[in-house]
Nanobody
Framework: QVQLVESGGGLVQPGGSLRLSCAPS????????MGWYRQAPGKQRELVAS???????NYADSVKGRFTISRDNAKNTVYLQMNSLKPEDTAVYYC?????????WGKGTLVTVSS
């Protein structure tokens, strides 16, 4: 069973930056697409960014130019660099990784953007 663990969330002021990381708690896996999703209070979970094992990326319009997704396949790790954060970026951020047709999710890390 694949268990993904996110880290790097926290409280940051508007305009600040955070870097999220996600990796399996144990084991080495051949992940296909990896991605970050977020869910704000009272809203549905939405895609933030994704990256294929070949490095092709996809971003939500709301984060283009501010967030950057990357991955280190040797470490089975996916990152989300978040710059110019806004209060509307406040949410629980979840990591997702796919192996063939099965998706695995982390438990999430809270990002709060507030002054």
């Amino acid at each position: 069973q694949v268990q993904l663990v996110e880290s790097g969330g926290g409280l940051v002021q508007p305009g600040g930056s955070l870097r999220l990381s996600c990796a399996p708690s144990a084991g080495i896996f051949n992940f296909n697409t990896m991605g970050w999703y977020r869910q704000a209070p009272g809203k549905q979970r939405e895609l933030v960014a994704s990256i294929t094992n070949g490095g092709r990326t996809n971003y939500a319009d709301s984060v283009k130019g501010r967030f950057t997704i990357s991955r280190d396949n040797a470490k089975n790790t996916v990152y989300l660099q978040m710059n110019s954060l806004k209060p509307e970026d406040t949410a629980v951020y979840y990591c997702k990784a796919r192996i063939y047709v099965t998706d695995y999710w982390g438990k999430g890390t809270l990002v709060t953007v507030s002054s």
